[in-house]
């Protein structure tokens, strides 16, 4: 099979880091919801997770200031309202009236929890020495929450330009990472 060559501007499709998440921050009028795709997880033990905010987005100066957020882990059912969040600004929207997304109390930081997502994790930022050159945040996880009742959650996951992939089927296959 002959490979093609393939854009730059387009390799982030390839390297999709995992789930369509929705950061929740604390403004001082009012919680921003923002959607994001660019994460990944650095260290265990803790647990750190490394996230890229644009400068030019409403929660990179709530995150800057406060310090804290929450991320929430929606599953298929929230796509369109992960996305609708994603192309509206939290300057001039309250996303989670517009969207219908139900704030519930966080218990380490003031960002709210989004009561719909599967999973939710509060953060504070740990480190930010790479902020203002790369926009790229370490958070520390606080506190997770999971809700049990749902089953088999299926995240989405961004393929770029409007193109979203639902995870698949699980499977398992030896390994000693356990």
Known sequence: MAKRSFPLSKV?????????????AAGKKRANIMTMSWHTMME????????VISNRNYTFDILKKTGECVINIPTREL??????????????VDKFKTFRLTPAAASLVKAPLIDECYANLECKVVDARMVEKYNFFIL??????????????????????????????????DSKMK
């Not at 982030?12 to 929740?24: A, D, R, S």
């Not at 265990?44 to 996230?51: I, M």
């Not at 796509?79 to 001039?92: D, E, F, L, Q, V």
């Not at 999971?146 to 296959?173: A, C, L, N, Q, Y």
């Open 44 to 51: 265990f033990e803790p647990p750190l997770v490394g996230c």
């Open 79 to 92: 796509a369109k309202a992960a996305i609708a969040c994603g192309n509206t600004s939290g300057r001039t």
């Open 140 to 173: 520390e996880v606080l506190k997770a929450w999971i809700d049990p009742s749902k089953k088999d959650p299926r995240t989405i996951h961004h393929r770029g330009k409007g193109m979203f992939m639902v995870d698949g089927r699980t499977i398992r296959i």
């Open 12 to 24: 982030y499709q390839l390297l999709e880091p995992g789930p369509v998440v929705m950061v929740t």
